[in-house]
């Protein structure tokens, strides 16, 4: 004869599967609300310049960002299709991977030096090489280069 304290009911396990499916919805929505408040939302438009994080070839467990590259279509909520010439012609990316890319602005093209020979101011480069490379240490000349001037 079997002695029905050893064996669980049906109905005990199945009350005890509610309860605890009730708590793990209860706990994954609490990690949610948690999770979403320091996400920020990030989308990009086609033709867009990105930056995208790739291991380094030879060292798979190294990353960096490389680019820039053009983002070709959106796939879904999360993934890009990015055209990568240099490695592939295009891979599928998760926006996780992606960074937006700012080109760097200058202002005005400023010439590499300014160099003054007795009096004369000289902004051509073409120039600059020449006269540099025909003075010598004891030429007697004062040579001042300036990067940062204009």
Do not use: W
């Not at 033709?47 to 060292?59: C, T, Y």
């Not at 073409?126 to 001042?144: D, E, Q």
């Amino acid at each position: 004869m079997i002695c029905p304290r050893k064996y669980v009911r049906r109905d005990t396990i199945r009350s005890s599967l509610e309860i605890i499916n009730a708590n793990e919805e209860i706990a994954k929505k609490g990690s949610k609300v948690l999770y979403d408040g320091n996400t920020k939302p990030v989308s990009y438009k086609e033709g867009q310049l990105v930056l995208v994080i790739l291991p380094l070839i030879g060292k798979p467990l190294q990353a960096k960002f490389f680019g820039p590259y053009v983002i070709e279509k959106r796939i879904g909520e999360v993934n890009y299709v990015v055209r990568t010439p240099d490695r592939r012609k295009s891979r599928v990316v998760h926006v996780n991977l992606l960074k937006k890319y700012i080109a760097r602005v200058t202002d005005t093209p400023s010439p590499i030096a300014i160099v003054t020979v007795v009096g004369q101011v000289l902004r051509d480069k073409a120039i600059l090489l020449r006269l540099l490379g025909s003075l010598g240490a004891g030429a007697g000349r004062a040579i001042v280069i300036s990067p940062g001037a204009v």
